[in-house]
């Protein structure tokens, strides 16, 4: 890892326009895969029957997925350029995975939204937009992809541009801060040189738009928020609490809180690839140690911070949603299940606050009966067991959520305010 600056790229765009071709060939170009792998995922792929997958190979790890040809879980892998150090979220496509795609955005700066020439806007081209703005990624660049197969033909290019740009005014999304570029992922074009396919393209390619984008803002003037992912015991050290930390930084000898189980102690160890490590940062997955803390005290979905600011507990909140799928209507009293960093919790939407005009943001309707598809509304929410959930002006990775319900995701949405308990 040199010193460079980090960014964590979230690629997204509907199943099958690409992503893993280019996910692969990011890696590929900038010498983050040996050679020798690529190698023996190309024979693999030939032997059963699909050839043209072998960058896709570098990113699907699962053998599962290899059969299927679908890329699931998200995949953290690493590249350079000049300028950053990327870690690549990449977004699995298919509809049951736009959870993986809230919970992976969330954790992404920025976005590389992949169009396929030949297709165009896609239905989840739609959503994936629509959940990155919701999800506060503020600049897309749009990798015009398999140029190869429409001959580089420059009109089936602008087609796609337009298509998209009417997309993003759709949900509000500032074209001026998105920047498309032609590329063929699978041939190489205009990904790390410029390509002689597109003559009447003249504007960065893609490792320069990466290059050019704006560094994060560092998140550690924050509390320390590290929410919980799993509990292990562990001989000859105890319980083990696993977890991200989000916000703000995790040293040993700190006295923590773990919300809403409401305990706490003093930081012995904190340990990182299996070693004992003085300080944990954003970004960071570490295991620790609590004086005090037994296996049955904590448990996944809780969020551990310093024990003089502690996680908030909401007793009820109000956020912004937009309800990307739902077979009917909402209305006050619906109680699907809330996805927030790890937490899943049953939550009652208590009243339909606002409903909002999603191309303005201006309030279109007070206190209306029910909400439906399409809509964005701000809704109070009251958890049906305690959830430790923070406002996403004050703390960002722990403001926004998912709502699930019947197999599937119907709204991605922010925490504006928290009423504690």
């Not at 074009?189 to 738009?209: F, Q, R, V």
């Amino acid at each position: 890892m040199s010193d460079e600056q980090h960014q964590n790229l979230a690629i997204i765009g509907h199943v099958d326009h690409g992503k893993s071709t280019l996910v692969g060939r990011l890696l590929y170009e900038t010498g983050s895969v040996p050679e020798h792998v690529i190698e023996q995922h190309k024979e693999e792929a030939e032997e059963k029957g699909k050839g043209g997958f072998e960058f896709a190979y570098v990113m699907d790890n699962l053998a599962e997925e290899r059969e299927r040809g679908v890329t699931i879980d998200i995949a953290h892998q690493e590249f350079s350029t000049d300028t950053y150090d990327f870690t690549i979220v990449d977004c699995p496509g298919h509809r049951d995975f736009v959870k993986n795609m809230i919970t992976g955005a969330s954790q992404a700066d920025n976005a590389v939204l992949v169009v396929a020439a030949d297709d165009g806007v896609a239905p989840q081209t739609q959503e994936h937009v629509f959940l990155a703005r919701t999800l506060g990624i503020d600049e897309l660049i749009v990798g015009v992809n398999k140029m190869d197969l429409v001959d580089y033909n420059e009109s089936d290019y602008k087609q796609v541009v337009s298509e998209v740009e009417d997309l993003f005014k759709q949900v509000q999304f500032n074209t001026d801060d998105a920047s498309f570029i032609p590329i063929s992922a699978f041939e190489g074009d205009n990904i790390a040189e410029e390509s002689d396919n597109t003559p009447w393209y003249d504007g960065e390619i893609l490792l320069e738009a990466l290059n050019g984008l704006k560094p994060p803002e560092p998140p550690t003037d924050a509390p320390l928020r590290l929410p919980i992912q799993d509990v292990y015991t562990i001989s000859g050290i105890g319980t083990v609490p696993v977890g991200r930390v989000e916000t703000g930084i995790l040293n040993t000898g700190d006295n923590v809180s773990f919300q809403p189980s409401d305990v706490g102690g003093e930081v012995k160890t904190v340990e990182m690839h299996h070693e004992e490590v003085p300080k944990a940062e954003p970004g960071d997955n570490v295991g620790f140690n609590v004086r005090g803390i037994g296996k049955d005290d904590i448990r996944r979905g809780d969020v551990c911070g310093p024990a003089d600011d502690p996680p908030s507990v909401a007793e009820t909140f109000q956020a912004q949603i937009v309800v990307m799928q739902h077979p009917s209507v909402i209305t006050s009293g619906y109680t699907p299940v809330f996805h927030a960093h790890t937490a899943q919790v049953a939550c009652t939407i208590e009243s339909i606050d606002k409903k909002m005009d999603p191309s303005s943001g201006e309030v279109a309707e007070e206190n209306p009966d029910f909400i439906q598809s399409g809509d964005a509304a701000v809704v109070t929410v009251r958890p049906q067991k305690p959830l430790s959930i923070e406002p996403s002006s004050e703390i960002p990775e722990l403001g926004s959520f998912a709502i699930r319900d019947m197999g599937q995701t119907i709204a991605a949405g922010k925490v504006l305010s928290v009423n504690e308990s």
